[in-house]
């Protein structure tokens, strides 16, 4: 155990060095490290809890993702029908699904292809597994067309996914360092900014849909007769946005020109009356589309609807031609910005709901980085002390071995990028609590070896040997331990399970080779007479 | 140099004696930990019961508690916990969860910073709906479960079934006691407390695998000496390394007590209950001496292949 050849020897000292040095760039200034190739750069990243930031958990709104779905597939039964000449009657959502009920004499087998029609294969992951996003079944007339799980699972992954680009375009947009937006399981979105204090403004620009529509007024019917129930069906009746949520309005469903042909928009001022206002440019095809309706319609109002709440409703007094325009409905300078960012990022396929939010601010941040350096220096120095007063040259060689460990876990989380968080720092500290545990296991078993009657040389080479093994065992207890909390933990749970997993395979390294390899030096250097524990 | 010598060499304690008092103790001390999870509870966090948590700092001298309660109860939140902490401008502010789903907590989040302005700087703010306390509860104790189930497989190949169920026996029995702990000190029961029962399984265990492991190695080399003399022997001989290790280690959790922090608190306070104080009793005077009421074969393949066979010293 105590022979090493002169290339096996290079090899860990070239290890441990190697280690080491890729904890460097922590160390020193960003702008130098900035200077650096690529590679060279990868550093921790300090957790939100200590550098003070926001972690913001959303959900996707399966529910709504589902009821346009079903509304989507009850328009289509209704152009496919149409478009065939097929009579219907009652068709209607019902559960997971619509139902239609084909009128007597129709062509039932026409009606059951064409309704065949709309079932597709699901595509992307999916497309392999031969399943289809529709149900077909019928009860004599009575056709059932009901959606598969998988197509709504689909969907919400799909929904997920075009959120998380909506969504970064809109953090983007703060300003904000290196904020991290990622999926979280099937239906759910991480954001994480850090250095973000009051996070009221981030949650204002994810909480908001920003389905914009321009669509007519109904002038036909007042308010108050709709509200009394003579509201027809092709109208609906909406809320005025902010201040004027007590205004209503008799807007038709039908949708002029929606958010979607936007190609840009900017907060600016009202040249006449200063107010902020958000001017909007629409793309060839809404451009074609708002100056038909606006031809079509002057003299009349039209309402520009967001959410589903009123902006406003201005009267068109000449149609627009030229594909821009303006919004005004009392914006403050903050509330046009936000309008015209989200206005720019694109509308959410479905709304988000906010689910979790922690937030750190910088202060109690920096106080936890002080609070983790003040406990690992004191944990540190009294470790080191007392193993230097129990076990003396051998005690130094522990610490000395005990100092590359935890050069080697910063080395480690470096090459990892992986994120420091204050439990993390508080597995360090553990770590050289433990990491000293394989030197005493080695050192007790030398000392009971040597008293056992062995020479100096023999019983140290049989510690090490003996004491090994179960330096393996115990470890990988605790580290399956560090595993499953890596695996079930989140944020500094996490950051912890990571600290002290790497701390376990760095501790049985250095114990299986920088300890060895100085004890075995000091034994060829000195050739002892007698073991000094 | 003269070096400390903490556990002289050659001590030859009967542990296995106290094996009479030490089995009805922790029987007694089970159930009373058992009993108190029950009828006191445990002081559930906010990652676990969901609601707001807030943590500010007031700008213009101490907090007055009494005002900022008045303000805040006067919202309709429900019951409204104020505490101080640290220094007197720290204010730690707990409210329960909010009738009405995730928006409602996102709501009680808005009316509480309207409500205190800009008098104080808000240090830390948690909000936990309804959805996610309860998957992280859930991930907890299918986590810890996991872990015990793991561990339980690795030992079993390690060593033998014998091994594995006495160390899962000491284990739980750790994780009862912790959590007794944790009910009669009403520590904030959340996340990192389950980090803290994980590390305490680790340690515990890799405790009891040294002791076992010792065990083993005696097993193979004196064939016929009586179980309990054996197991006295094993833990007699590895008694130095335990104690040393344990000093170390409670040496950093001290540290970590005394200086890092109230975020780690009541993990630091966990920990320093489960790794000193039950680990080490557990491993000594539980693992071990269950030993010998679980059978452990001798003439099993795993004692006896050649390989392991010790030279004579």
């Not at chain 1, 090493?4 to 020193?28: E, G, Q, S």
């Not at chain 1, 129990?390 to 990028?417: E, K, P, Q, R």
């Not at chain 2, 001496?289 to 003439?299: C, F, M």
Request: charged share 20%; with cysteine; proline share 4%.
């Amino acid at each position: 155990m105590l022979y090493f050849t002169r290339w096996k020897a290079a090899a860990i000292i070239l290890t441990a060095l190697v280690v080491c040095l890729c904890a460097v760039p922590n160390f020193l200034p960003t702008a130098t490290v900035e200077a650096w190739p690529k590679w060279a750069q990868r550093h921790l990243v300090l957790g939100l809890d200590l550098q003070g930031g926001s972690h913001i958990l959303l959900e996707v709104d399966t529910k709504t993702v589902r009821k346009d779905m079903l509304e989507t597939l009850r328009d289509d039964v209704r152009r496919v029908l149409r478009d065939a000449r097929i009579g219907y009657t009652g068709l209607v959502v019902r559960g997971n699904g619509v139902e239609v009920r084909i009128r007597e004499g129709a062509n039932a087998a026409q009606a059951r292809e064409k309704l065949n029609s709309l079932s597709q294969p699901l595509g992307g992951i999916l497309s392999a597994t031969g399943q289809r996003n529709l149900e077909i079944t019928n009860d004599g007339d009575l056709y059932r067309l009901t959606l598969t799980e998988p197509a709504i699972v689909e969907r919400v992954r799909q929904s997920v996914d075009q959120s998380i680009q909506i969504i970064e375009r809109r953090v983007n947009e703060l300003g904000t360092v290196e904020p991290l937006i990622q999926r979280e399981g099937s239906d759910r979105v991480l954001v994480q900014v850090p250095g973000l204090q009051d996070p009221t403004r981030l949650k204002e620009l994810l909480g908001k849909t920003a389905k914009l529509d321009f669509r007519m007024v109904d002038t036909n019917v007042s308010p108050e007769q709709a509200q009394q129930g003579a509201l027809p069906p092709e109208d609906e009746l909406l809320h005025g946005a902010g201040k004027q949520s007590n205004q209503l309005y008799v807007i038709e469903k039908r949708v002029l020109v929606s958010g979607a042909d936007l190609t840009d928009a900017q907060p600016g001022f009202d040249p006449r009356t200063s107010e902020p206002i958000v001017s909007f440019r629409f793309n060839t095809s809404g451009a074609r589309k708002f100056a038909e309706a606006t031809q079509a319609n002057v003299g009349k109002p039209f309402a520009i609807v967001l959410d589903n709440e009123v902006i406003s409703a201005p009267v068109i007094r000449e149609p627009i031609l030229g594909g821009s325009g303006q919004i005004s409905g009392n914006f403050t300078v903050q509330s046009a910005n936000d309008l015209a960012i989200l206005l720019r990022a694109g509308a959410l396929p479905a709304p988000l709901t906010i689910i979790e939010e922690r937030t750190v601010g910088p202060g109690l941040g920096a106080d936890s980085i002080a609070a983790g350096k003040m406990s690992s220096y004191v944990g540190a120095a009294m470790v080191v002390l007392f193993m230097f007063v129990t076990y003396g040259l051998f005690g130094l060689f522990a610490n000395l071995a005990v100092a590359v460990n935890v050069a080697m876990i910063f080395g480690v989380l470096s090459l990892l990028n992986a994120t420091l968080t204050l439990p993390g720092i508080a597995g360090i500290v553990l770590t050289v609590g433990m990491a000293v545990d394989s030197n005493v296991l080695i050192y007790e078993r030398i000392r009971e070896e040597a008293r056992a009657g062995r020479t100096p040389i023999n019983a140290i080479d049989a510690g090490f040997s003996r004491a090994l093994a179960t330096i393996l065992d115990s470890n990988i207890t605790t580290f399956i331990a560090a595993a499953v909390l890596f695996y079930i933990g989140t944020g500094p749970v996490r950051g912890f399970a990571v600290t002290l997993g790497i701390g376990i395979i760095t501790t049985v390294f250095t114990a299986f080779t920088v300890t060895r390899l100085m004890v075995a030096y000091w034994v060829r250097r000195w050739r002892p007479q007698r073991v000094p524990l | 140099m003269r070096l400390l010598r903490i556990v002289p060499d050659d001590t030859k304690f009967d542990f296995m004696r106290f094996r009479r008092i030490s089995f009805p103790l922790s029987a007694i001390m089970s159930i009373l930990a058992i009993t108190l999870y029950f009828f006191h509870g445990l002081n559930f966090g906010i990652d676990f019961k969901g609601g707001l948590l807030m943590e500010v700092k007031t700008i213009s001298g101490p907090a007055d508690l009494a005002s900022m309660r008045s303000t805040l109860s006067g919202l309709g939140l429900g019951e409204v916990q104020l505490q101080q902490f640290g220094s007197p401008d720290d204010v730690l502010i707990r409210i329960a969860e909010q009738p009405g789903g995730d928006a409602a907590q996102q709501a009680a989040v808005t009316k509480v910073r309207g409500a205190l302005g800009t008098n104080v700087n808000y240090q830390r703010v948690e909000v936990v709906g309804p959805r996610v306390s309860s998957e992280l509860l859930s991930y907890g104790v299918i986590g810890m479960m996991l872990a015990i189930f793991c561990i339980l497989i690795y030992l079993w190949f390690r060593f033998e079934w014998q091994f594995a169920l006495g160390a899962m026996i000491a284990n739980v029995h750790d994780i009862v006691l912790t959590i007794g702990f944790m009910s009669i000190s009403q520590i904030d029961f959340d996340l990192t407390s389950i980090a803290a029962l994980l590390t305490i399984l680790g340690y515990s265990l890799n405790d009891t695998v040294v002791i076992y492991d010792r065990i083993r190695e005696m097993l193979r080399r004196y064939k016929k000496m009586p179980m309990p003399e054996l197991l006295n022997a094993a833990v007699n001989q590895t008694l130095s390394r335990s104690v040393i290790t344990h000093l170390t280690v409670s040496l950093a959790l001290l540290a970590l007590l005394l200086f890092g922090g109230q975020a780690i608190h009541s993990f630091t306070a966990t920990m320093m209950f489960g790794v000193v104080l039950v680990g080490t009793y557990t491993s000594i005077f539980i693992a071990a001496p269950i030993l010998i009421y679980l059978g452990v074969g001798r003439g099993s393949d795993a004692l006896t292949r050649p390989e392991d066979q010790d030279e004579k010293p």
